[in-house]
């Protein structure tokens, strides 16, 4: 009998603990096109990132909701804030009340995150987050995207595009 072993998806020797910025992706369960149309889902959503962002001590550079994934990149504020924790908060919380509502799953078990060294510039992650919509060929501009922004700057001032 085969052994099936799960890939490591954590780095085994960094606790996620502390200042450190993350780009995050985390896919919809299925891959389905859950953010397609649904404004008012993305708001919620967006929202919910907003209060546990707060509650949990990590900035949001910036977030988009693609048709079915969505992009974050991430920073904690102090040396308690705790990525996994934060995250596993907010799928958890939004999947509950997702799964209440529609009777499906909103997200895969698992999500990606890339730990960003301190020569990775903040704001050019930022940049590629904020221009995957125009990449896909969803808009000409990402400001024309809905489903976008950041907590903490203006993404309406940026220049489009914004390379």
Known sequence: MEIIRKKRVRLKAFDYRGFFRYFVTICTYNKEWVFRNDLLLV???????????SSLRFKVWAYCFMPDHLHLLIEGKDDNSD???????????TGFYYKKKTGQ???????????????EDTMSV????????????LVDDFRKYKSLGSFEFD????PNPIL
Do not use: M
Not at 105 to 119: D, I, K, S
Not at 126 to 137: G, S
């Open 83 to 93: 990525s996994r924790r934060f995250i596993s908060s907010y799928k958890q919380s």
């Open 155 to 158: 993404t309406s001032a940026a």
């Open 105 to 119: 799953p909103l997200w895969q078990v698992n999500y990606y995150e890339h730990v960003l060294r301190r020569e």
């Open 126 to 137: 930022a940049r590629y987050i904020l221009n995957n919509p125009v990449r896909k060929e």
């Open 43 to 53: 708001g919620w959503l967006t929202d919910t990132l907003r209060e546990k962002s």
